[in-house]
């Protein structure tokens, strides 16, 4: 081969390896459920569990039946970590921890609006030990189905995302008024 097609086949190349590398960074940030988190189920004996009690007490639940979560101060009760919500691309938002004491940032959810454009509908807050973070309303997990009720614990110390059902507890607390 000749050193004048040598040149032409190393640019052609060079080229599409970039025009590659725009197009993937593209898509990476048009769609942000590439850094889907698996979500756990919480088991009845989990660590997920034993903070049922104090997330459902956190609830708001007015006259008209409708549930909610005042998003509490990003952080932790000992300091330890905070919680960012980062705005992506397509009406997504990043639900983001950082420790403190090496601050190292995880993502802990990526999550869709539940009527895109209007805005994140979910509120977060820390448990009283500062061990998880509890996150509340509505919107859809990336890459995960609908779910009518957003209702998930983030263990920090285990950097695990737990779905939670707190129906049980509201109902009862529905009964008490």
Known sequence: ???RTLLVVSLLAGGVAIVSAVIAS????LR???????ILPATADGVAQEYAQEFADTLTITPE???YLATDASSSPDGRFTWENRELANSYHEIIVTD???SQSHTVAVLQEADP???GSWGCCWSADSKALFIYGSGTPAG???LPTLSLVYVAGEQRLYSID?????????QAK
């Open 1 to 3: 081969m000749s050193r």
């Open 26 to 29: 593209t898509l990476h940030l």
């Open 32 to 38: 942000p459920y590439t850094y889907v988190t698996p």
């Open 65 to 67: 039946n409708y549930v």
């Open 100 to 102: 403190s004491t090496n």
């Open 117 to 119: 454009g209007s805005g």
């Open 144 to 146: 995960q189905e609908y």
């Open 166 to 174: 707190l129906e049980e507890l509201l109902a009862t607390r529905r």
